[in-house]
């Protein structure tokens, strides 16, 4: 989730070790919960370490015997289980992490020590994982009289997702609001966040119900903004409303993200008018718009049709003071490009690079793929020179509409040099870009043979 810290290197020269190299210290808190220690100029730097490279607990013993006693840094022991515990069984990491607290009595397992076991407990390789890895850690951490905490949820939790676990991970966060702690926040909606991405909305619903009713973790306004999301990204405009008025009932306030997911599910599906009464609503409710709102609603104006109340939302945008980026120049082009008026399109170029704004490869593919729809090949094929030399990439319908364009003017080579292009700069995989040649090719035969092309 955050950044490696600084890595160590080993401290003596061992046949059995790796080359010194990079090493992923203790685990201990995910890092919305760690605070930032200041710096001392006269600390030390943290002392070597040893990297493991084979699984074998007497092997890791007897390296860990080598050095053992050749770091004062009390940081050293975690990193030594750390990288053991990447390679290992989570029952030999166990036994690694014992075998160290018997060698060395003036280590203290910490709740540093413990996440390291937590956090690769759910990848072993078992045919049929279960929680057991995870439960012996905590017995241990009980143990050892270090209370698993928030931290230690998070750690659990965020391992078994990432393993693809989530099933797990819903056992284990109920397990731990009834026996040790209630997960904080971040966790709870972390895992709502996974959930929502491969589970039935039904089960996210009842799984946020249980945990409300149960154990008293009640969803926050980015719960709702994930549920949101996913069901505007499903298409769901009608539910994504329910919830909005379920937030007011909660006592939350929408703010402008929320705001801007919902006016984006809209503007997904043309639908440009609903967009527009959620900017007024957004409004009525004192939440002001940000760049990101305006260029949702002049994507959804143009994607509708309607670039004329686009251009008006542009003018409002800069009367705002926020300065139309390349999003809201390829969005309007992309709307006039529809309309069949590509030449209003590449006027709108003129404009944007004379403010100093540069276009991307989104908006070169725009506007060949609007000059090839409205049969303006000469300058569809000077756009692709432009395409060409900048080394940009084509979208699957710029190329499409471009192949077939050259095909039906019967510039055959032409059409297969831009499928070389396409397949040398890897645009899309090498059987799409030859299946649409190759459908094209088809498709002009058959109508020269029809006499429907010449």
């Not at 210290?25 to 006269?42: A, E, M, V, W, Y």
Request: glycine share 4%.
């Amino acid at each position: 989730m955050g950044k490696i810290p600084p890595s160590f290197r080993s401290a003596i020269a061992n046949p059995n070790l790796r080359n010194p190299s990079s090493l992923v210290p203790c685990p201990s808190k995910p890092s919305h919960l760690r605070k930032k220690q200041p710096r001392s100029p006269q600390k030390q730097q943290a002392e070597p370490v040893p990297i493991f490279n084979s699984p074998n607990l007497e092997d890791a013993k007897k390296i860990f015997n080598s050095v053992a006693n050749s770091s004062s840094d009390p940081r050293f022991p975690n990193a030594l289980l750390s990288s053991y515990a990447k390679l290992a069984s989570p029952s030999d990491s166990v036994k690694f992490l014992n075998h160290i607290t018997k060698t060395l009595p003036s280590f203290s397992p910490d709740h540093s020590t413990f996440h390291i076991l937590l956090s690769h407990a759910s990848n072993h390789s078992s045919p049929y994982p279960s929680l057991s890895p995870i439960h012996q850690t905590l017995n241990l951490m009980l143990s050892a009289g270090v209370t698993p905490d928030t931290a230690t949820a998070d750690v659990a939790v965020r391992s078994l997702c990432s393993a693809g676990r989530l099933d797990h991970a819903v056992l284990l966060i109920k397990e731990f609001a009834s026996k040790h702690c209630s997960p904080d926040t971040y966790t709870f909606n972390f895992l709502v966040k996974h959930l929502c991405k491969s589970r039935a909305l039904t089960t996210v619903y009842a799984f946020i119900d249980e945990m409300r009713q149960n154990f008293n973790v009640k969803p926050d306004l980015v719960t709702y903004t994930i549920l949101i999301d996913n069901v505007c990204n499903s298409k769901n405009l009608r539910e994504a409303l329910r919830l909005v008025s379920v937030l007011h009932e909660e006592g939350f306030k929408p703010d402008c993200f929320l705001y801007n997911t919902i006016m984006k599910g809209y503007c997904v599906l043309s639908r440009g008018s609903e967009a527009i009464e959620v900017y007024n609503k957004m409004k009525e409710e004192g939440v002001e718009p940000d760049l990101v709102t305006y260029n949702t609603l002049i994507f959804g104006l143009s994607k509708s049709g309607r670039v004329s109340e686009a251009k008006k939302m542009l003018r409002v945008m800069t009367e705002k003071g926020f300065l139309p980026d390349e999003v809201t120049y390829t969005s309007l082009m992309n709307g006039m490009c529809r309309k069949g008026d590509a030449l209003a399109a590449l006027a709108l170029l003129g404009e944007m690079e004379a403010k100093g704004c540069s276009p991307n490869e989104c908006t070169y593919n725009t506007l060949l793929f609007g000059l090839c729809k409205s049969r303006l090949l000469d300058k569809a094929v000077e756009f692709y020179g432009v395409i060409k030399r900048g080394g940009l990439k084509f979208d699957t319908a710029s190329y499409g509409t471009f192949v077939r364009a050259l095909c039906r003017d019967g510039r055959i080579a032409e059409a297969y040099e831009v499928f070389d292009y396409a397949v040398e700069t890897k645009s899309f995989p090498d059987v799409a870009a030859y299946t649409t040649l190759e459908s094209t090719l088809k498709w002009l035969k058959k109508a020269k043979e029809q006499g429907l092309a010449v």
